[in-house]
């Protein structure tokens, strides 16, 4: 362990809620920088639908580009929390307890702007709507033949249970929120958020049954949405699309840039909110671990995908694998395979290489490379087509890196102000393990820390040994 | 060339928060005025045909009643009715050709016969209308040929003084169920290309 | 039933581009000028390929007309989410513009990349608003379409028939680009029956299915007396 | 069940479950009945913490019953749908296998997650009225002490007497009695 005292659990209870308390200016300019990103989103989806969807670099034999990627690695992103927060939780990993909340909300903020993507890049967004079922006087539904009209059902599933899986565990603390401030608008924020929790024995059970099931049940919406959003591409004919893996591998990619999200989001976090009590060393080791396991995974898949091409012998096939490979698309595979596979088994493999800063490095570049691997999925296989005489290429315009750019900003306002507003260490969560004397750092409680806090006047409850 | 406008679709307005102590309230408070909206909306959209349709003016008091009554049909003007695609307008020609006998000094008349001299069509305001976004194509005479009356889609414009759309012809549902009551093709072909 | 199809006989195609012209013109097809078309936007039902054969001087070209096939198992039906396009009770492969809302989901999905998109509304300032087509629709921006078959000449073709009280007759209705080629190369008709002109070019020894192996079934079958069946690789 | 006239409520905050359950025993002893007491926590307890009975939930049930109910929504909605409004689909069949599949999938997650968290709420006294119909929802002076990591002990409905031996016996263990 590390070379810290381990403070009590009344020390570390008082030390969470005092961070809670306090204003930080730092959040406050942060969300604000992001805010104006944000502007730049808003701005530039104006201009595509003022001006038609050609203002893109879209074309044909492209017909998909920068905004079908960003769905994909938004909607992989959001698999940071929910599903590794279900795991966790699942398997009852006394660690989880301060990472889950803001895995939890990574979750539910990427995949409310991965779901943005598909109506960005739709000729029409004005009747986007014409893909859900309801009673309309067309006499006309959706076909649900279409892996578009699955990705509506399971998008739709997997944003509602996020959501509700990120806030049933936060009512309890947006009742201590509510308790400890003081009147005003604040309390009735989390007076409206905390429905009238008073913490009583029946919501406390209640409660406990609500999450294990809900994370139960979230772990195979989770994969169902990424296996559904990798059908977008392997239910078609196309070379290069077309492939049985898909839906695994996708999967497998969308944990690995989830666990990179929340690897960088933990770093970042630890630091800005002086959380290296809570987010220790122990915890950053044991997600580098499940990081360096996942690109290992990721690297077993993606050479499954490509040995199996190139030994097939199919035409077709093969010009999409060749440009990946030696043609043109060359110089972003490769990238890919060391940003997420080199880089990241050289680095995590070994103790020193699993600390915050050096997972959250190796997190930065994943995140650059699988971005570029869902570039790599969309965009060789669509300037490859069957018939030679259409093959083409695809430049972005400034609206579509507007958009993308945009969207992190975006991402980082929602983040920002969630983190302003809510605890996102989960209090109560913390304090379970503190009373179990189970979670991760509050092992033994020494007089020691003790002593160093003003905040721990009253007696001592429930140590390690209790 | 105009995209297609979205229908409206009903949007929940936002209340003023509860008390603050038992703000869980809130969230019900306005969940079934919410969901009462949705369904309203959902039945709105559905029952199109209720929709109140505007009745254009026109350029000319042109009265359909006292015209009938006289004797005329409706395709003795409306030719393309049953012989074309477009039911189609009679021309200022044949308006003037009876009206130089029947009551020419009557002020309406009287724009009629101004229009023949200097020559101009006079310019009919569409009463049925179906949105170029639509983009379908009627064709009248497939209706007439399959017995369809004219008042089945516009009314009984006989006993009308002014033009008024009586049905949305822009219905689209309306449309596929007569098609398939009366066993037409009920293939989107046959109306949008 | 009827099953509309359409055979061309590559041996006679002299690479013209007439059909492509009478195309463009029958149905209002968006041009979309020099810019657009450099960005791979150029919008055309209708495409002759090139291919050359042989090396330098002994070179051959060789054309091939490429439309929508009118696949009897299209792959670009099953993905669209709304319907727009479907496959129809005389075996069309229908688009309908104004259920599309633009995934070109279809297009991706399409082996033969035949579906073009309007990426801008289209734009027929005058006077080239006159020479417009009034039977078919001006396609707004953002909706995906392909060659019909001509399906409003269908459409005329059966009403005129029905208005005479008798059945289309084989010839009667007829493509724009049937119509233009100077060659008499393309040939349009009903595959199911079996006295149609169509249908006797269908069963040539001469002909083939474009990619066929895909078992798109198209309602387009080519002819070629020489060994070259495919696309150049 | 207490004898007539006023009713008193003792709430009395605790720094540790210990404290607290000596007075919990003894209220018990004395005759207070154990739906009397109401305990507040910061966190979840375990359930051999006080000698009070376990509270149930139904909320597996519920999630089961959910998700049934989903399920068949989802069913409806996409085979019912496409077979009430049949559209031309070339010969293909008008309600696929597949798709069906995968929408009533979702749909059963849905209708699953849904039932549970309401249920979670409906048990908790968190949903509207609910909370104060059973007086669980409602605020205590004392709250902030929960917020603050302690427990609360509430006894409702106690006589005159009752109340001022439980005030005392907790006066010594509680950091605050009210």
Known sequence: MTAESQPSAAVLDGQLLGRLDRRRPGLLVGSLASGALALVFIYCWGYQIANGIGVTGINRPVFWGFYIINFVFWIGISHAGTLISAILRVTKAEWRRPVTRSAEAITLFALAIGGLFPLIHLGRVAIFYYMIPYPNSRMLWPNFRSPLVWDIAAITTYIIGSALYLFLPLIPDAAVMRDRAAAGLRKRFYAVLALGWRGTAQQWHSLEWGIRILAVAIIPVAVSVHTIVSWDFAMTQTPGWKSTIFGPYFVVGAIFSGIAVLMIAMALLRRGLSLERFLTDRVFNNLGLLFVTMSLVWGYFTFAEHLTVWYSGDLFEKNVHHVLLHGDFAVPFWTMVVVNLVIPVAVLSFPRGRRPLPTALVGCGVLVGMWLERFLIVVPALSTPRLAYSIGDYMPSWVELGIMIGAVGVFACLYFTFTQLLPIVSVWEMREGWRHGGSGEAGDATSDAAATSGTAAAPVPGGGGA | MAVTRPEGLPSGRSRSLGDGEDGGRFGCRCAGPLAGIWILGLALVACGPTQNLPTPEQPIAYDHQVHIEAGLECVRCHRGAEEGVHAGMPSVQACAGCHRREIPDHPEVQKVMLANENREPIRWAKVNVIPDSAMVHFNHRAHARAGIECLTCHGDVASMTVAEPVRNVADMGWCVECHRENEASDDCLACHR | ?233 | MTAAGERHLVEAAYERVEDMRAVVEAALESGIAASQIEVRSPAPLEEDELPLPKPKSRVLLFALAGAVLGGLTAFGLAAGTALAYPLPTGGMSIVAGPPVGVVTYEGTALGLILMTVLRVLWEGGLLPGRGIRSGRGRASDLDHHVANGRLLLRVHGLSEEQAGRLRDSSRTSAVEVG
């Open chain 3, 1 to 233: 039933m009827t099953r509309w199809g359409m055979a061309i006989d590559l041996d006679r195609c002299t690479g013209c581009e007439a059909c492509v012209v009478a195309c463009a013109a029958e149905n209002n097809i968006q041009t979309v000028g020099e810019e657009q078309a450099r960005e791979g936007r150029a919008m055309h039902w209708l495409r002759i390929e090139r291919y050359y054969e042989g090396e330098f001087p002994n070179v051959r070209t060789r054309f091939m007309p490429v439309l929508c096939q009118q696949c009897g198992a299209a792959p670009c039906e099953p993905v669209c989410p709304v319907y727009a396009t479907y496959r129809n009770p005389e075996g069309l492969n229908a688009m309908v513009y104004s259920r599309c809302i633009g995934t070109r989901f279809c297009a991706n999905n399409c082996p033969y990349t035949v579906r073009v998109f309007n990426w801008f509304d289209a734009e027929f300032p005058a006077p080239l608003d006159s020479q417009l087509n009034p039977d078919v629709s001006v396609r707004p921006g953002g909706v995906m379409e392909k060659c019909t078959f001509c399906v409003q000449r269908i459409q005329a073709g059966k009403d005129e028939a029905a208005q005479e009280e008798r059945d289309v007759a084989d010839g009667d209705i007829r493509t724009a680009c049937q119509q233009s080629c100077p060659t008499k190369a393309i040939t349009f008709g009903d595959l199911e029956d079996p006295d149609s002109e169509v249908s006797k070019w269908a069963e040539s020894p001469r002909a083939f299915s474009l990619l066929g192996d895909l078992d798109t079934r198209p309602g387009v079958v080519y002819l070629s007396g020489s060994e070259w069946r495919e696309p150049a690789e």
